[in-house]
C-alpha cells in the first residue's frame, strides 16, 4: 500500500516515537504491559506486522541498504568511542572477567547447541544458501556478544535470508527476555546467592561512589558544536572504512579465494571491522569525552531506526515453521549461564557482577544498564561500560563463533 521510501521511513520513526513515549507513561496499565513486553521487540514486530499484512514492503525497499550502511557503522563507533579503560580498571577485574567469561559462554553455547539438537532433531538444521541456520544463528551470536549493531553486522556478513533471519530475530528477543527475568529476580534475592558463591560483595559500595562521582563530575548539556563532532566521528570513520574496505576485499578475493568461505572477502566485514577498531583507538584520545555528551545515545537512536527497518523485512508467519529453533536457542543460553556460574563459584565473584556481565553481553546497554539498576540506581553505568566492550568484541567474538557453527554442519 505504502511504497515511498520518505514516507515508510517518516511512519518508522512515528512509530519509534509512539512505543518509546507509550513506554515512559506512568500509568499502571502500560508499566505491567512493557514488562511483558519489552519496547525492543515492538521496535522489530510492529514493522514485520506492516510487512506481513502488505501495507509496506521490505524486500523493494532501499531503506535498509542505506542505513545498514551508513547509519550501522556510525554507530559502532559511537558505542565503542566511549569505552572508559581507567573506570573499568576501577571495577576491579571481577567484572571484566564475569563479562569475558560470558562472552565465552556464548562462543561455546551456540556450537554445543548446534551439535545437541543435531543430534536429537536433523531437520532442525537443515538448509542450504542462505537458509542454512548456521547462518541465522551467526547474528544472534552477534548479538548476544554484543548487540544489535553487531547482529546486523553478521548478517551482512553471512546473509541469511529475510526467513530465517525474521526466526532468529524471534529466538534472539525471547530467550534473551526470559534471561533478563531470571537475573532481575536474581537481583532481589543477591545476598542469598553471594552467599551460596561464596563471595564478598563490599567493593560493590566503593563502585557505587566511584560512578556517582563519574556522573556529577563529567555529564554535560549537549551544545550544537558537540552533536557536529558526533556526527563528523561517526560518518567521518564510516568513510574510512568504506575506503579501505573498497580495496582489501577485491584484493584477497582476486588473490586469495580460498578466503571467501571464511567470509573474509566481504566488503561489510571489513567496514564493519574497521570502524569497530577505529572506535577502540579513538576511546584512548580526547575523543572518548563525547560519550559525557551523548554519544552513546545517539548511536542508540542510529541502532533503533536500523531496528525498525530490519522488521520492516520481516515475514512474521516463518517465526512458527521452525519451531526447533527455539531448542538451540534454550539450551545456547543454558551452556552460557553454567559457564559463567561455574567460573563465578570458582572466583568468588559477586552475583552483581555476573549478571551485569550476562546481561551487558545477552542484552547490551540498554537492557545491562537496567540490571545494574536493579541492584542500584547509581550502578546503571556499570552495564553500560560492560556493554560498550560487548559492541567492541561482538563482531568479531560471533564471527568466530559462526565459523565454529559452520564447522559444526558442514565439517
Given at each position: 500500500m505504502i511504497s515511498n521510501d520518505a514516507t515508510v521511513f517518516g511512519l518508522l520513526l512515528v512509530i519509534l516515537a509512539l512505543v518509546f513515549y507509550s513506554a515512559s507513561l506512568p500509568g499502571k496499565g502500560w508499566q505491567r504491559f512493557y514488562s511483558v513486553i519489552p519496547p525492543l521487540l515492538l521496535c522489530y514486530f510492529i514493522p514485520g506486522l506492516l510487512n506481513t499484512f502488505g501495507i509496506i514492503n521490505g524486500v523493494t525497499s532501499q531503506l535498509y541498504p542505506v542505513v545498514s550502511r551508513f547509519l550501522l557503522p556510525a554507530c559502532l563507533v559511537l558505542f565503542t568511542i566511549g569505552m572508559d579503560w581507567k573506570s573499568l580498571t576501577k571495577l576491579g577485574p571481577r567484572a571484566l572477567i564475569a563479562m569475558l567469561v560470558g562472552s565465552a559462554g556464548i562462543m561455546i553455547g551456540g556450537p554445543t547447541a548446534l551439535w545437541l539438537v543435531s543430534i536429537v532433531s536433523p531437520e532442525t538444521v537443515v538448509g542450504k544458501g542462505s537458509d542454512a541456520v548456521w547462518r541465522g544463528l551467526a547474528t544472534i551470536a552477534g548479538s548476544w556478544i554484543g548487540g544489535g549493531a553487531n547482529q546486523t553486522a553478521l548478517r551482512e556478513v553471512f546473509q541469511p535470508s529475510?526467513?530465517?533471519f525474521?526466526?532468529?530475530?524471534?529466538?534472539?528477543?525471547?530467550?534473551?527476555?526470559?534471561?533478563m527475568a531470571f537475573l532481575i529476580y536474581g537481583?532481589?534475592?543477591?545476598?542469598?546467592?553471594?552467599?551460596?558463591?561464596?563471595?564478598?560483595?563490599?567493593?560493590?559500595?566503593?563502585?557505587?561512589?566511584?560512578?556517582?562521582?563519574?556522573?556529577?563530575?563529567?555529564?554535560?548539556?549537549?551544545?550544537?558544536?558537540?552533536?557536529i563532532f558526533m556526527a563528523a566521528v561517526g560518518f567521518g570513520a564510516t568513510g574510512i572504512a568504506h575506503f579501505m574496505a573498497e580495496r582489501i576485499s577485491p584484493y584477497l578475493l582476486a588473490n586469495y579465494p580460498t578466503?571467501?568461505?571464511?567470509?573474509?572477502?566481504?566488503?561489510?566485514f571489513w567496514v564493519i571491522g574497521i570502524v569497530t577498531l577505529i572506535?577502540?583507538?579513538?576511546?584512548?584520545?580526547?575523543?572518548?569525552?563525547?560519550?559525557?555528551?551523548?554519544a552513546s545515545k545517539m548511536g542508540s537512536v542510529f541502532l533503533y531506526i536500523l531496528i525498525a527497518t530490519i522488521g520492516m523485512q520481516m515475514d512474521l508467519g516463518a517465526v512458527a515453521d521452525n519451531p526447533g529453533l527455539f531448542a538451540i536457542g534454550i539450551i545456547w543460553i543454558l551452556v552460557h549461564a553454567v559457564v559463567l556460574i561455574a567460573v563465578c563459584r570458582w572466583l568468588r565473584i559477586p552475583f552483581f557482577f555476573l549478571a551485569v556481565g550476562s546481561q551487558a553481553n545477552v542484552g547490551g546497554s540498554?537492557?545491562?544498564?537496567?540490571?545494574?539498576?536493579?541492584?542500584?540506581p547509581s550502578l546503571a553505568p556499570v552495564g553500560v561500560l560492560l556493554a560498550i566492550l560487548g559492541y567492541a568484541?561482538?563482531?568479531?567474538?560471533?564471527?568466530?563463533?559462526?565459523?565454529?557453527?559452520?564447522?559444526?554442519?558442514?565439517?
Open positions: 529475510d526467513k530465517l525474521s526466526q532468529m530475530v524471534a529466538v534472539d528477543v525471547l530467550v534473551a527476555e526470559l534471561w537481583a532481589g534475592v543477591s545476598s542469598k546467592i553471594d552467599k551460596w558463591l561464596k563471595a564478598d560483595s563490599t567493593e560493590i559500595d566503593a563502585v557505587k561512589e566511584h560512578m556517582d562521582t563519574e556522573n556529577k563530575v563529567h555529564t554535560k548539556i549537549p551544545v550544537m558544536q558537540d552533536y578466503l571467501e568461505k571464511y567470509s573474509l572477502t566481504s566488503n561489510f572506535g577502540i583507538i579513538l576511546s584512548g584520545t580526547p575523543l572518548r569525552k563525547l560519550e559525557y555528551v551523548g540498554a537492557s545491562a544498564s537496567v540490571v545494574a539498576a536493579s541492584f542500584h568484541i561482538g563482531t568479531y567474538g560471533g564471527y568466530i563463533t559462526a565459523l565454529m557453527m559452520q564447522w559444526v554442519i558442514e565439517g
